[in-house]
C-alpha cells in the first residue's frame, strides 16, 4: 500500500503531498529507496477533492510501480534529451542526424526542457509549436548578401576562391553566392570578413529576418521531441507518449522539381562545353539519380565493367565540426548497385584515361592515399573524449580536389551543388540542383511505366512506400498519361 506524506511550506500550509511504494530489499535484505512521486492539488481544490485525488493518485502510482513503470519525477526533459541522443549517437545513428537533432534542442530545452518527463502532456507541446509558429523565434535571424566584387577583392589579394573556404570554413558553394549576390548565413559571412581583415558590414549587407518558423521546422522539432519521449515510454518512464496525441502544424506537400524533356535536352548540349570530369558528373547524376554525397564517393573500385553497374556503398559527406567525412550510404537500401546503359560505360571509359593521364601529371602532388574519419571514429571521440581519428584509404576517387595540399581527395559535396549553380547560370539554363537530376531520373521512369518497386529499388530508398508518397503527383500524371493512351488504343482517339 503506498503511503502518503503532507509537505509544508515555513508557514506550515500543505503545498504538495509526497507519495511513496516500498521497492523492495536488496541481497543483504536492506530496504531500497522507495519509489517517490510528488503531488500538487490544484488550487481552490476543497478539503474533500483534495483527498479523493491524492487517494486515486497514490492507487495510479502503486499500480505503475508494479507494472515496471519507473517515474523519475526529477528528471527533466532537458536531462533526458541528453541521455537519449547520447544513447541514440552511440548505437550508430548518422552524423548527420545526431547534428541536426543537436541544433533544434536549445530551442526545445528553452520551452519545456524544464518540465519534468513524467509531468508532460500533449497541451504543453501544444504550446509550445503554437510558440514556434510566432515572430522572432529564429535562433539565427540574420543573413547576409555580399555587396561588393568578392571575385576581384580576393584576386587583389592573391588568395584563391578554394583558399578561402578553407581559411574561412565555408564551402565553396558559399563563395560562389557570394559572387553571385545570393543570400548566405551571418555566421559564414562573418567568417569570411575575418579572413579577409575587413569589417563584416563594409562587405556584406545585413539582413534580419524575424519571420516566424515554417510549418515543417516546427513539425522537425515535434518529431526529434516525439523520439526523446517514444524512448522514455520504451524504458517505462512515461506510461504513453504526449507528443502522439499532440498536434502539430501541417505541412503542404511540396511536389519534387524535376526537368522537362526540353530542359534536359539543353543541359545535355551545354555539357559539350564543359571539361570531361563535369560532364561525367551530370551525366551520373541524370542517369542514375543518385544523391551528391554518393556522386563524391564513387570510387573507380565500384565500376563494374563487365557487368555495366556501379556499386553505391560510400558517402562523402561535410559537417563544420569534423570536416568532411566517409559514410555509409543513408539507409541499407541505399548500398546498391545500379546498372549502366552501354553509353554511360563508354563515357567513364574515356572519363578512365583523362583520370590517369591527370594523376601522372601531377606526380608527387597527387595523394595516392586518402586520410577522411569516417562514422566510427567520429562517434568513439565524441564518447571518448579523443581528437576525430582519420583512417587512410587509396586514392581512386572518380571526382577529386585539386588543391595544392589536397589533389587527388575527393571532391567536396558543396562543390557539386556549387558547380551546377554556376553552369546553369553561364548557360541560360533552369536553375540547377543535384537532387533535380534524382527526381527527374524518376519521373522519366514513372512516365515509362516502371513500376515502384523497381524505381524505389534505384533510388536505394528504405520501402517503396517513400517512393510513392514522395513522387504521388508524378504517378497521378503518369497514370492520366496511360488513361489517354488506352483511350487512344481501344476507341482511335489521337493523343
Given at each position: ?11 506550515g ?6 507519495i ?31 483527498e ?9 502510482f502503486?499500480e ?31 552524423h ?44 539565427n535571424n ?68 524575424n ?8 513539425v ?35 511536389h ?16 559539350e562545353?564543359?571539361?570531361?570530369s ?9 542517369i ?14 565500384c ?29 541499407d ?140 503527383h ?22
Amino acid at each position: 500500500m503506498a503511503s502518503i506524506r503532507p509537505k509544508k511550506n515555513k508557514n506550515g500550509e500543505i503545498i504538495s503531498y509526497e507519495i511513496r511504494v516500498f521497492k523492495g530489499r536488496d541481497e543483504n535484505g536492506k530496504q531500497l529507496n522507495p519509489y517517490v512521486k510528488t503531488w500538487k492539488p490544484t488550487p481552490g481544490m476543497t478539503d474533500k477533492q483534495i483527498e479523493k485525488e491524492l487517494n486515486k493518485q497514490a492507487v495510479t502510482f502503486e499500480e505503475q510501480c508494479k507494472l515496471g513503470f519507473s517515474l523519475d519525477n526529477r528528471q527533466t526533459f532537458a536531462q533526458y534529451a541528453d541521455y537519449v541522443i547520447d544513447l541514440k549517437e552511440r548505437n550508430g545513428m548518422k552524423h548527420t542526424t545526431i547534428t541536426r537533432y543537436r541544433d533544434m534542442l536549445p530551442r526545445i530545452n528553452a520551452g519545456i526542457g524544464h518540465i519534468k518527463i513524467a509531468d508532460i502532456r500533449p497541451q504543453h507541446l501544444n504550446n509550445f509549436y503554437k510558440q514556434l509558429s510566432k515572430n522572432g523565434m529564429r535562433a539565427n535571424n540574420k543573413k547576409a548578401i555580399c555587396k561588393v566584387e568578392l571575385k576581384a577583392i580576393i584576386k587583389e589579394m592573391g588568395i584563391t576562391k578554394e583558399s578561402l573556404s578553407i581559411s574561412a570554413k565555408v564551402s565553396l558553394t558559399t563563395i560562389s553566392s557570394c559572387y553571385s549576390k545570393k543570400i548566405i548565413s551571418y555566421d559564414k559571412a562573418e567568417s569570411i570578413a575575418d579572413v579577409l581583415g575587413r569589417p563584416v558590414n563594409a562587405l556584406f549587407e545585413i539582413i534580419v529576418n524575424n519571420e516566424p518558423l515554417s510549418a515543417k521546422t516546427v513539425v522537425e522539432h515535434h518529431r526529434l521531441i516525439s523520439t526523446i519521449l517514444a524512448q522514455a515510454e520504451k524504458e517505462m518512464l512515461i506510461q504513453y507518449n504526449p507528443a502522439s496525441k499532440a498536434t502539430p502544424p501541417k505541412v503542404e506537400k511540396s511536389h519534387p522539381n524535376y526537368f522537362q524533356p526540353e530542359e534536359v535536352a539543353a543541359i545535355r548540349d551545354a555539357l559539350e562545353n564543359v571539361p570531361m570530369s563535369r560532364k561525367v558528373m551530370v551525366h551520373l547524376l541524370l542517369i542514375t539519380g543518385i544523391r551528391r554525397g554518393e556522386l563524391a564517393g564513387l570510387r573507380w573500385s565500384c565500376v563494374d565493367w563487365e557487368r555495366s553497374q556501379i556499386h553505391i556503398c560510400h558517402n562523402i559527406l561535410y559537417k563544420k565540426d569534423v570536416g568532411m567525412y566517409t559514410s555509409s550510404p543513408k539507409t541499407d537500401e541505399s548500398d546498391r548497385f545500379i546498372k549502366l546503359p552501354a553509353e554511360t560505360i563508354q563515357l567513364l571509359r574515356e572519363y578512365r584515361k583523362e583520370w590517369l593521364a591527370a594523376r601522372s601529371t601531377y606526380g608527387t602532388m597527387w595523394n595516392a592515399y586518402i586520410d577522411l574519419p569516417d562514422e566510427d571514429s567520429i562517434r568513439n571521440a565524441a564518447h571518448n573524449s579523443e581528437n576525430t581519428a582519420t583512417h587512410s584509404v587509396i586514392n581512386d576517387y572518380l571526382f577529386y580536389q585539386e588543391n595544392s595540399d589536397k589533389v587527388g581527395y575527393p571532391i567536396h559535396p558543396d562543390s557539386i551543388t556549387g558547380w551546377c549553380a554556376d553552369f546553369s547560370e553561364k548557360y541560360g539554363l533552369p536553375h540547377i540542383n543535384p537532387h533535380a537530376f534524382r527526381h527527374t531520373m524518376a519521373s522519366i521512369l514513372y512516365f515509362n511505366g516502371m513500376d515502384t518497386i523497381s524505381i524505389s529499388s534505384r533510388l536505394g530508398h528504405a520501402k517503396p512506400s517513400t517512393t510513392s508518397d514522395l513522387y504521388s503527383h508524378i504517378i497521378k500524371q503518369a497514370d492520366e498519361r496511360s488513361a489517354e493512351c488506352i483511350a487512344a488504343a481501344i476507341f482511335g482517339k489521337k493523343e
